[in-house]
């Protein structure tokens, strides 16, 4: 089990902000009290601003709608996305931590095979502090683990590993599907419980769902955009698709590691497939275009900083996808401006002038 | 669990052989009684020839000893191993079915959480009859088990798959770890039943076990030559780590898959580490070489068959690696007249001469 770790785990409750993006009362947090009582929450209100969020007393939060985020970023507003849960990414630029939480306010505390309520947060710290494997496959899974190890025949200059910078958790219940699939299966739950934290091996994209996600915002931050989704948009539900496969080729290119698997937790209802199916549409279209580009991204020497990485990443996608669709221009923009927000509000350490100038706050 | 399916699993019992290299009486049979008995077994006793090694009554098989394999391949014998678990790929060479399982004599049934015996084989054939995906990771794993599928932001077109090849299961109890390993954490028992099968991805290699191993003969078996291990040689127990490295290259190079995971057998006793390590001390050294090897082969366009491709491999680990040893120009030689011995044994259907000249049997 998770839980048979011999040193205690670092809480880092003073490293790490729990973003959560709603429309609605968090009373979702009353179950997670035991787990999230000691962080601080950062909130971002999509929709109607003029609407009162209730967030269950005795929780230290910020809490940010519309008219916030427009009056902190000015025209920049335009990347975060509205009425769509990618704008949960706001809650990432502004944060001051290292790491960050961020799950979705349908989503419970699971149970393990035991029976005992899953620390979701706390196994994702585990699986931040400790490396990621992305060379060579293990498998015995996470070599880390009390209880695994390194099998014959895993190269030993390779068993340090590298800095792990992604976790993805998982969720019981309600697995993650995209409409077509709900719609064929709307009775399937997931009540498998894997054992099992991997990396994702080194080249290797996957479909990054941002339910039940964490992170090193120091080490990937800037990547972790989730694109422009929703009201306005021609698509939705490819937000953390999007982040995934960016941040993904980043972390690839700078020696970094994505981790998925444990922990779990317990996705309480499925959205409606139709107007899932309404927001897909494109993506589904589209991602058979946008899976071979990721595949085929290389990153130039130097681009050595996450924000390198991801402005030319920015050109790529204008170069490579802008004939696909021109939303896609739209998004190449949108990841230029999002940089740009993200080094006003996080000016380099030291006052180090950036790429795009010095910071202007 | 694995056993949730609805379709009864084929048998094949007339179109699969199970390989068992081994130097004493295989009592440990008994166990694996309810499993095995439908099949026919291939043994191949290492060792000295004259030792008569018992089979529990009732099973149907063929035991080939050391004069057999000089016997039956001349001159060629000299690419078998001997005095290494090694010789197990004699087996593979001389079956005359469509899949092998191969499984070691000290390996029994293992128990599934909830206490029930796991038939390893029937496992074993449900992942061979299922298809694979190394293009693209799906975060609840195999999409083909029941009770899961591909996720949201699986590309539709990849969900088809591709043919799996190789099946990797695993070890409960003693885990396959190196004599360094070993040495270190004596006590080190797996526990751990991870209830996954997953697709290993393109372009990654993993440390393949032999212990207990399936695979598709008529898809891989050419590629699945044990190397030159044991007596006479510098180096053992990479026998199984060599056919690993060299079929995943091919896999991946023929669009082919490799999963890992279920079923697990229970591995009863440690080898000695002592032993293990002077037969490791060399692999352990030189597979920093062979590892960056692998990892940029690259075959040609032409490679369109497993021997093509073996022998492509053979060219490149005399050019690149007979450098590292002496033993690797030995190595390829070997991997050259395994092909040979091979194709004797397994004229091409149709009996169309193959690139080595027409069969000469």
Chains 1, 2 share one sequence.
């Not at 695994?148 to 590298?162: I, Q, T």
């Not at 050109?315 to 990841?335: C, E, I, P, T, W």
């Amino acid at each position: 089990m998770a839980s048979a770790s011999h040193a205690p785990t670092p809480l880092l409750k003073d490293e790490l902000d729990i973003v959560i993006p709603t429309i609605r009362n968090l009373d979702f947090l009353e179950m997670w009290r035991p787990f999230f009582q000691p962080y601080h929450l950062i909130i971002v209100q999509d929709g109607d601003p003029s609407k009162i969020i209730r967030v269950p007393e005795g929780f230290d939060y910020e809490l940010y709608n519309r008219n916030d985020i427009n009056r902190m970023l000015g025209p920049k507003a335009s990347c975060i996305s509205f009425k769509d849960s990618a704008c949960r990414c706001f809650g990432y630029m502004v944060s001051k931590k290292k790491y960050i939480y961020t799950i979705d306010d349908d989503c419970f505390v699971a149970k393990d095979p035991l029976g005992k309520d899953i620390n979701a947060l706390e196994q994702h710290i585990k699986n931040l502090l400790s490396p990621s494997t992305p060379f060579f496959f293990n498998t015995l899974y996470d070599p880390y683990r009390v209880g695994a190890d390194f099998v014959r025949g895993y190269p030993f200059s390779l068993r340090e590993g590298v800095p792990t910078a992604v976790s993805h958790g998982l969720w019981l219940n309600i697995p993650d599907y995209d409409a077509p699939t709900q719609l064929v299966k709307p009775l399937e739950r997931n009540t498998r419980y894997v054992d099992a934290i991997l990396t994702i091996p080194k080249g290797t994209l996957f479909p990054m769902c941002g339910m039940n996600l964490a992170f090193d915002r120091e080490l990937i931050g800037p990547a972790m955009y989730f694109g422009l989704m929703g009201d306005g948009q021609p698509i939705g539900r490819y937000d953390d698709m999007w982040a995934g496969w960016c941040t993904k080729v980043i972390t690839d290119h700078l020696g970094l590691g994505v981790k998925t698997g444990l922990p779990y937790i317990w996705h309480s209802k499925a959205s409606n497939p139709f107007v899932n199916l309404k927001k897909e549409y494109n993506g589904i279209f589209w991602q058979e275009e946008l899976i071979p580009f990721f595949q085929s991204v290389s990153l130039p020497k130097e681009a050595t900083t996450v924000q390198k990485c991801y402005l030319e990443l920015a050109k790529q996608v204008r170069a490579k996808l802008g004939k696909v669709d021109g939303y896609f221009n739209k998004l190449a923009d949108s990841m230029v401006t999002w940089i740009e927000a993200w080094d006003e509000l996080n000016p380099p350490k030291g006052g180090v002038p950036t790429a795009n100038g010095p910071p202007k706050k």
